[in-house]
């Protein structure tokens, strides 16, 4: 069983594509992906919803979203593990997260892009 569970946009070309990016660097299957674009899982008690709008992740049982989200999938992958463990740092993380949600502003525009991308 993994370490950690990883709740994605399955239908997002940005998601699908970091996602695989972790699957290769995660050779010890630590981390369980889930695609919610289909429907919530229900090992999960988010709604599909807050799931879609935000990446979200189980650490040690408890949900952490956004950055801190990011930075346990990097804990949980050895050659990543020392972004995750500076993004323990409270002002590393805060500068993270502030970076994370100016993304999300940003990801509608490239998720078009990326698939008007794989389309052609």
């Known amino acids: 069983m993994a370490d950690l569970t990883?709740?994605?946009?399955?239908a997002c070309p940005l998601c699908r594509r970091e996602i695989a990016a972790?699957?290769?660097?995660d050779r010890r299957?630590?981390?369980?992906?889930v695609d919610v674009s289909e429907g919530a899982p229900e090992s999960c008690p988010l709604s599909k919803?807050?799931?879609?709008?935000?990446?979200?992740a189980r650490e040690n049982g408890r949900i952490v979203h956004g950055a801190a989200a990011f930075a346990?999938?990097?804990?949980?992958i050895p050659i990543l593990r020392p972004f995750g463990q500076i993004a323990r740092i409270p002002?590393?993380?805060?500068?993270?997260e502030r970076l994370y949600r100016r993304f999300l502003v940003i990801r509608p525009r490239l998720q078009r892009w990326a698939?008007?991308?794989?389309?052609?």
Not at 91 to 96: A, E, F, K
Request: glycine share 6%; proline share 3%.
């Open 6 to 10: 990883v709740w994605y946009d399955g």
């Open 22 to 25: 972790m699957r290769k660097l």
């Open 29 to 33: 299957g630590a981390i369980s992906f």
């Open 49 to 56: 919803k807050d799931l879609l709008e935000r990446f979200h």
């Open 72 to 76: 346990a999938m990097w804990r949980a």
């Open 91 to 96: 002002p590393v993380l805060w500068l993270l």
């Open 115 to 120: 698939l008007r991308k794989e389309a052609a």
